[in-house]
């Protein structure tokens, strides 16, 4: 898993540390499964599960929105299926 985070875990939790704005804007948090093997070996005894969480959750209150349903050509809107708009807006919008 770690392979396909743009920061490890170590990196993300000194970003916290030292306050860096752009925290939120890694994929990192999205790509924690959340399965405490990062929390088990830190050896500070960390546990970041919870902190790529508590990332998870400042970004998705700032509730900015990624899709614009009002640019979205109608015939567009009619071709897609009602699942994949509403699954798209779910995961797109905060």
């Known amino acids: 898993m770690v392979a396909e985070m743009d920061v490890t875990p ?3 939790m000194r970003m916290v540390q030292l306050g860096e ?10 790509l924690c499964a959340s399965c405490f093997a990062c929390t088990v070996r830190c050896p500070r005894g960390l546990d970041l599960s919870k902190v ?3 990332l998870r959750q400042v970004t998705l209150r700032k509730s900015l929105d990624h899709i614009d349903i009002t640019q979205m050509p109608a015939s ?5 299926p009602q699942i994949a708009l509403v699954s798209a807006l779910r995961k ?3």
């Open 10 to 12: 170590s990196q993300l």
């Open 21 to 30: 704005s752009d925290v939120l804007g890694t994929k990192t948090m999205w």
């Open 52 to 54: 790529a969480e508590a």
């Open 76 to 80: 567009e809107i009619e071709e897609l």
């Open 92 to 94: 797109l919008t905060g």
